[in-house]
């Protein structure tokens, strides 16, 4: 990857819907050249998706909260069960004193606590700890430039 292609980088995560021709312009290639560059990047898996930033308090799921899950055994094999509940949006095999941490949206406390509930069902967890995010300042994705 060179410096073009990170400039391009940066530009898609600032507005996804550029056109190449746009694209091109800003970084001194053609449209051509600019769509061909991006292909490369989707097949080489360094654009994973191109998707829409959606604010969850407009979708209701204004509750957010991460939790921190214990375990009795190892939890690394355990990405599909952890997949299966949706109102999970990230859960990452952690080094500490949990074995798993999780970003939950919800729209209730109520269905936080039924979330909780669900994730003791997934074999091996002993336990959670949950922190409820009160206000964000920020969110960042990564950005290449």
Same mark, same amino acid.
């Given at each position: 990857?060179?410096?073009?292609?990170?400039?391009?980088?940066?530009?898609? =995560? =600032?507005?996804?819907?550029?056109? *190449?021709?746009?694209?091109?312009?800003?970084?001194?290639? !053609?449209?051509?050249?600019?769509? %061909?560059?991006?292909?490369?990047?989707?097949?080489?898996?360094?654009?994973?998706? /191109?998707?829409?930033?959606?604010?969850?308090?407009?979708?209701?799921?204004?509750?957010?909260?991460?939790?921190?899950?214990?375990? !009795?055994?190892?939890? &690394?094999?355990?990405?599909?069960?952890?997949?299966?509940?949706?109102?999970?949006? %990230?859960?990452?095999?952690?080094?500490?004193?949990?074995?798993?941490?999780?970003?939950?949206?919800?729209? /209730?406390? %109520?269905?936080?606590?039924?979330?909780?509930?669900?994730? *003791?069902?997934?074999?091996?967890?002993? &336990? /959670?700890?949950?922190?409820?995010?009160?206000?964000?300042?920020?969110?960042?994705?990564?950005?290449?430039?």
């Amino acid at each position: 990857m060179d410096d073009i292609d990170r400039r391009l980088l940066a530009l898609l =995560q =600032q507005d996804a819907t550029q056109s *190449y021709a746009v694209l091109g312009k800003a970084v001194g290639l !053609s449209a051509g050249a600019a769509h %061909e560059r991006v292909r490369k990047l989707r097949e080489a898996g360094v654009i994973r998706a /191109t998707t829409v930033d959606v604010d969850p308090a407009a979708l209701d799921l204004g509750v957010l909260a991460y939790v921190m899950v214990d375990s !009795s055994a190892w939890m &690394g094999d355990s990405a599909e069960a952890f997949a299966a509940l949706p109102e999970i949006q %990230e859960a990452h095999v952690i080094a500490g004193n949990a074995s798993v941490l999780v970003k939950v949206r919800t729209a /209730t406390t %109520e269905q936080l606590q039924d979330v909780l509930r669900r994730l *003791y069902a997934i074999e091996g967890v002993s &336990g /959670t700890h949950a922190t409820v995010v009160l206000e964000t300042f920020f969110e960042r994705s990564v950005h290449a430039g």
